[in-house]
């Protein structure tokens, strides 16, 4: 499935770049899909999506933010507005008003922020929640996900329940 999968963790442990690999070729059951990634020490996103369904790329890479948007928007100012435009007025949405700034837009949506200078990563979903997504914390790392199976690499041990 489509969608955005990232992780914050520390910088310092040496497995984080062949998880984070292997995660993301767990995704790759579609070879059509785009893969979009960024990353730097301690952070990594990656938006994924149908090149028939997001003409243009949804990752947004500024000084300041990392911006990843995957979805369909509704809203009236959006309509039409794809790649670099949707995600600079979506960024300048949550420049202005936070979270809640990108809470009420109408569709089916992820939207992940990531503060480069204040190491904070804010995620926003339509407020259905229609876009399946997943999360797994770990002691100083927090790990996003579309599909459950791309967290499977940062686990130790899989265990399950009879």
Not at 32 to 61: D, T, W
Not at 82 to 102: H, I, M, P, V, Y
């Amino acid at each position: 499935m489509p969608g955005i999968q990232c992780s914050v963790f520390d910088p310092a442990d040496p497995s984080a770049e062949s998880r984070w690999r292997h995660g993301m070729d767990m995704l790759r059951h579609h070879p059509e899909h785009i893969q979009e990634q960024y990353s730097e020490p301690g952070f990594r996103i990656a938006c994924v999506y149908h090149p028939e369904v997001c003409k243009k790329p949804r990752l947004l890479v500024t000084p300041h933010h990392v911006l990843a948007a995957y979805g369909t928007l509704h809203d009236d100012d959006l309509r039409g507005a794809d790649g670099e435009a949707l995600c600079q007025t979506l960024l300048e949405r949550f420049l202005q008003g936070g979270a809640a700034g990108l809470q009420h837009l109408n569709g089916r949506y992820d939207i992940a922020v990531w503060d480069r200078r204040s190491r904070v990563l804010q995620w926003v979903s339509d407020r259905f929640g229609a876009n399946r997504h997943y999360s797994l914390h770990q002691h100083r790392a927090l790990h996003l996900a579309c599909e459950v199976k791309s967290l499977v690499p940062w686990l130790d041990r899989i265990e399950v329940e009879r």
